[in-house]
């Protein structure tokens, strides 16, 4: 079929084109960009208990270059790193999220392939002596604090059996970007890790031979669990 159209019609044909295509060429996309997740920061606010005068003058923890002062009631706040130190200049202290809970057997974990920690789970002071914070009374599990850092925010679930030192393991932890409170439960045979919220008063920090965990008779390791493994075994 042969369609004729008129100059007349041609024209308004055109002329509608034109316009079609201008509208078009007028439209502009916009693009939300994925907002960037809130960075937690990271200050730990202790009192070693029992203290008397002179029996620490500072704490650190282990690998990080910063510490803080203790005063003569056994007070301190320690400031921990941005994200922006975390990620350069302790990079290499960083641990593989999948290591963290150590040598287990049948381990299966959800998490970023690229996610690292850096959990601070004890104290030294300026006197060698290691200090940590239990937050529950009782002999068993024992309990204690954790200030680990997170490269990224997300979700992780883990589940293990029999891992060296903690025992069995299956848990869910959602961590901010920066610094996280995780309690840590154990009693050798079992462990729980739960997400909590960092202290904003000065909470207790403990010597290592006055804690539950020293009259449980577990050892010192089962803060450090990772470096059971081979490749942290150097750190």
Excluded at 52 to 63: E, I, K
Excluded at 99 to 113: E, L, W, Y
Excluded at 162 to 183: E, P
């Amino acid at each position: 079929m042969t369609l004729n159209l008129t100059v007349s019609s041609r024209l308004t044909l055109l002329t509608g084109l034109t316009a079609l295509l201008a509208a078009c060429g007028n439209t502009t996309v916009t693009i939300t960009p994925t907002p960037k997740p809130t960075e937690v920061a990271g200050l730990i606010m202790g009192k070693i208990t029992p203290f008397t005068a002179g029996d620490a003058n500072s704490v650190a923890p282990d690998y990080l270059k910063i510490s803080a002062p203790v005063s003569t009631t056994g007070q301190f706040d320690l400031g921990l790193p941005k994200a922006s130190v975390m990620n350069t200049t302790y990079n290499s202290d960083l641990v593989a999220i999948k290591d963290v809970f150590g040598s287990c057997t049948d381990p299966q974990i959800t998490a970023p392939a690229d996610m690292e920690v850096f959990p601070i789970n004890y104290l030294t002071t300026d006197k060698n002596q290691r200090i940590i914070s239990e937050p529950t009374a009782g002999s068993t599990p024992f309990t204690y604090r954790g200030w680990w850092y997170s490269n990224k925010e997300a979700t992780v679930k883990f589940k293990g059996t029999q891992c060296l030192l903690l025992g069995d393991t299956d848990t869910t932890l959602s961590f901010k970007l920066g610094w996280n409170l995780v309690l840590v439960s154990t009693d050798g045979n079992t462990a729980t890790y739960t997400m909590s919220t960092q202290p904003t008063t000065h909470v207790a920090w403990q010597p290592f031979n006055t804690t539950k965990m020293a009259s449980l008779g577990l050892s010192p390791n089962v803060l450090t669990p990772w470096r059971v493994l081979p490749q942290y075994r150097n750190r």
